[in-house]
């Protein structure tokens, strides 16, 4: 399995929405170039998971856009701000895809890419994104993108 980690975009400071704020015009253009890098990987996601707050939801859908993917996502507050990344770990790792998009939050999906891998980092600026590949019971750290700039 291919798993792809994802923060969400820069925001709004308003909170228009009890689901949080949603993007800022930075984070839109976040979210495209986000897409656009994960287009020229060759993504193909099978599966979406977001925490469920606005700016997660946006970014999301911006980056299915950039990808030309329609997929309904899977919901889930195990991905918000607080999340356990031994649990996160557990949802991924239950899946049956070759594929997996997470869009999150910088704590939660920090300290779900350091529970995988204590080589990645465990901080993610807005739409950093990083990659991994499941082999066995461990998983390879791919690649790290902070928004255009990739370190392999």
Aim: some cysteine; proline content about 5%; glycine content about 8%.
């Amino acid at each position: 399995m291919k798993l792809y980690l994802v923060r969400h975009g820069a925001y709004r400071s308003e909170y228009t929405s009890a689901l949080g704020p949603g993007l800022s015009p930075r984070g839109e253009e976040q979210a495209r170039v986000a897409g656009a890098f994960l287009r020229k990987q060759k993504a193909a996601p099978e599966v979406l998971i977001t925490s469920g707050y606005l700016r997660a939801q946006e970014t999301a859908s911006e980056i299915l856009k950039q990808l030309n993917i329609t997929l309904d996502p899977i919901e889930s507050h195990d991905f918000s701000p607080g999340g356990d990344p031994e649990t996160m770990r557990a949802v991924i790792e239950s899946l049956e895809a070759k594929e997996v998009l997470v869009v999150g939050h910088m704590n939660s999906i920090g300290e779900l890419a350091h529970a995988l891998n204590f080589q990645a980092p465990p901080y993610f600026d807005t739409c950093t994104m990083m990659a991994f590949e499941k082999q066995g019971s461990s998983w390879k750290f791919l690649w790290f993108n902070d928004c255009g700039r990739t370190v392999l």
